[in-house]
């Protein structure tokens, strides 16, 4: 009771000096734990660290310090220096992250962090069934549980109710701890919540042991606790625990309650503070008189003074530092090892996209059990018993086919109709060892995970300083040039993602090149979008022999499908086809033209663009997006601004139309570029 006491004290106290250091502009931000300390403690009591796995949410101070992370971790935090555990400086305060510790580096988006723990705790569960994973398994334990935390106004989101599904649905060991002080900032809670206690709505999940707590009571919180996180390791499920918390400060320091909520709530908040119930439970019951009781807190409120001063003196990250771990620092995808290119012999009928795709998967994962497939309908047949009996899915577009029926069910599994499920799942399981190459079935569909693509799985390694990384590879058919796709199965809106920092983005336009750079991307230590163009997939003309189990591709190489001397095409995708056919029609007029397929978006072969325009100094840039603001805009603009001199005439680009595709035939002809609209920019090119 005593360690209990002294940690929720302590909490308390660096919340307090928190805000005093705000107020002196020492710090730049702050965000308290104050009223959930007593709930976080007991959490902190039953749980092992660096056993058990902590995906925390800002107000879990109180449960940090429980598991070991010091005052001065903490203070380094908030005055962002280098040496901060938790980011290395690199994000706000109350950004729980400690390698030592398991618990895995959390960022502002509010919710995004339970799909992670889900996939955290699956990849517990995938380890137990793939045998041959089982030795590997070092860091994992047979009984571990996965911890994450939200308070009230995050059940609002979708992603909770994913979470929680995929968690009962498998029976895996995450226990939800929801910290419900009442209020999402200024929202109380029974404008968020439907009958104003989320509780209620969720008691009909299956294996799913549910408690409620008075969360401002410490002996009550270790003992529900216990419960829960007995019934976790037990294997019988998930656990949630509903804990009713007060918030006697503000949201943060950016806040000021007295706005919305009157005195006399505060107040009646104030009469539960768990630091002085707690205060008063420990004389009343004779564990300790005042004098002790003060003794602790003196010894408290030194350490936080010594801790914040040498928080205070400790040096602040080096400027230079800002581009480390953007990427991996351990394997370079763009290096010489990853290139196989020119030895490889061919072999065997020539496949279709599909087909070496196929093969790659095959191969990949017989090569490596750590691979995982998942998706929807990228199984061939969920229920098992019926798979003798039919042919089996693969996938809407087959890329997938046999892979189940040659890896089983733990390594290649159908997902819930939900992307963000897919790609939040993934990056846990990422975080733990395993590699998920998971699929997204169409690109038009792919915005539900974009929180978890932009947010969480490309700024993992970089805002943990390097200490967690994610590499997850996420294949997603793309693009239109198919009657009848319409609106919501033609986009190509790439330069959403290209612009994403950490994220590595691949698009081959032919069959071998599908099959080496995918299999780049399984072995390489980044996340990637593998773009794979839905016309493309069973072309004739970009069919290829198969190439053998360790070819690869590198990023960042372009390849020169054609040469020329008057005037340079850079494209990709379904664009190379076309811009070839467009450069043999101009080729019966007399002009040469070169087409350079950049085949990698993020990074593209800059080394290969200088080469050709300062070979024909006139160049068109040639996509499937939309021109405006599209992916040529940013290779356009690059020319301009380093290879002016060598242009004899403006950078010319062809692309899509601003608007949408639309499902009439004569629609998606007139609004995609087609060949005649490379030809037309050929021959003005050269005119100029």
Request: proline share 5%; glycine share 6%; aromatic share 8%.
């Amino acid at each position: 009771m005593l360690e209990m006491y002294r940690t929720m004290y302590l909490s308390r106290r660096l919340d307090d000096k928190e805000i005093q250091l705000k107020n002196q502009n020492k710090i730049f931000f702050q965000i308290s734990c104050a009223g959930h300390e007593a709930i976080l403690v007991a959490a902190g009591m039953v749980l092992k660290p660096g056993y058990d796995w902590f995906y925390p949410y800002y107000r879990d101070r109180a449960l940090c310090l429980q598991l070991g992370m010091t005052p001065l971790e903490q203070l380094l935090s908030a005055v962002g220096a280098a040496k901060d555990p938790n980011s290395h400086g690199r994000q706000m305060p109350s950004h729980w992250g400690h390698k030592k510790l398991n618990i895995v580096s959390q960022s502002s988006p509010t919710g995004t962090q339970l799909l992670q723990a889900v996939g955290c705790a699956e990849a517990g569960y995938r380890f137990k069934l793939i045998k041959e994973l089982r030795k590997r398994a070092s860091n994992f334990q047979k009984d571990e549980v996965v911890y994450v935390s939200l308070g009230d106004g995050t059940t609002s989101e979708g992603e909770f109710w994913e979470a929680l599904n995929t968690a009962c649905n498998l029976k895996l060991p995450v226990l939800f701890l929801l910290e419900d002080n009442g209020y999402a900032i200024s929202v109380p809670v029974e404008v968020q919540t439907a009958g104003g206690d989320v509780s209620r709505l969720i008691k009909n999940f299956p294996n799913l042991y549910l408690q409620r707590c008075d969360g401002t009571d410490a002996l009550e919180s270790l003992d529900v606790m216990k419960r829960a996180v007995q019934y976790c390791r037990e294997g019988r499920g998930p656990a949630f625990v509903h804990a009713k918390v007060i918030r006697p400060y503000s949201h943060s320091l950016s806040d000021d309650e007295r706005l919305y909520r009157p005195d006399e709530e505060r107040k009646t908040d104030a009469e539960h503070d768990p630091v002085k119930r707690f205060d008063a439970l420990l004389i009343d019951e004779g564990v300790i008189d005042k004098d002790g009781l003060q003794k602790i807190k003196d010894e408290v409120d030194a350490a936080v003074n010594e801790a914040t001063d040498q928080a205070l003196g400790s040096p602040q990250p080096d400027p230079e530092t800002v581009k480390l771990y953007v990427y991996s620092p351990d394997i370079d995808p763009t290096a010489k090892e990853f290139d196989t290119e020119a030895s490889a012999q061919l072999s065997g009928n020539a496949g279709t996209m599909v087909d070496l795709i196929n093969r790659c998967l095959h191969t990949e994962m017989a090569r490596d059990a750590r691979v995982i497939v998942f998706g929807e309908d990228v199984a061939d047949c969920s229920r098992e018993e019926f798979l003798d009996k039919v042919k089996g899915k693969g996938g809407v577009f087959k890329v997938t086919a046999n892979l189940q029926r040659k890896f089983g069910s733990a390594r290649v599994f159908n997902s819930p109709l939900a992307e963000a499920n897919i790609v939040g799942r993934a990056i846990g399981m990422a975080t733990r060892g395993l590699k998920p190459v998971v699929e997204i079935q169409f690109f038009d569909y792919i915005w539900p995970a974009m929180h978890q693509i932009r947010n969480e799985l490309a700024v993992m390694r970089w805002r943990s300083g390097g200490d967690w990384k994610a590499p997850v590879v996420m294949r997603v058919p793309i693009g239109g040039y198919l009657k009848g796709g319409a609106v919501y199965h033609s986009q190509s809106g790439v330069s959403t993602f290209t612009q994403i920092p950490g994220l590595r983005v691949i698009y081959p336009s032919n069959a071998l090149d599908a099959n080496g750079l995918l299999r780049t991307a399984i072995r390489c230590d980044d996340p990637v979008l593998f773009l794979e163009h839905k016309h493309l997939y069973r072309q004739a003309y970009n069919k290829s022999q198969y190439p053998p189990d360790d070819f690869m591709i590198p990023f960042g190489k372009a390849r020169t499908v054609r040469e020329g001397k008057d005037l340079s095409i850079i494209t990709y995708g379904a664009l190379v086809q076309r811009s070839l056919v467009a450069a043999k029609q101009a080729e019966q007029r007399g002009i040469s033209v070169e087409v350079i397929d950049l085949r990698s978006l993020q990074p593209y072969d800059w080394n290969a663009i200088v080469a050709t325009v300062t070979k024909t100094s006139k160049v068109i840039v040639a996509h499937e997006d939309s021109l405006s603001f599209g992916y040529g805009a940013e290779i356009a603009a690059r020319i301009s601004d380093e290879l002016f001199e060598y242009l004899d005439a403006p950078v010319r680009r062809v692309a899509a139309m601003d608007t949408f595709v639309g499902y009439a035939p004569q629609l998606e002809d007139t609004i995609l570029p087609q060949v005649a609209d490379v030809a037309k920019a050929i021959a003005e090119l050269k005119s100029y």
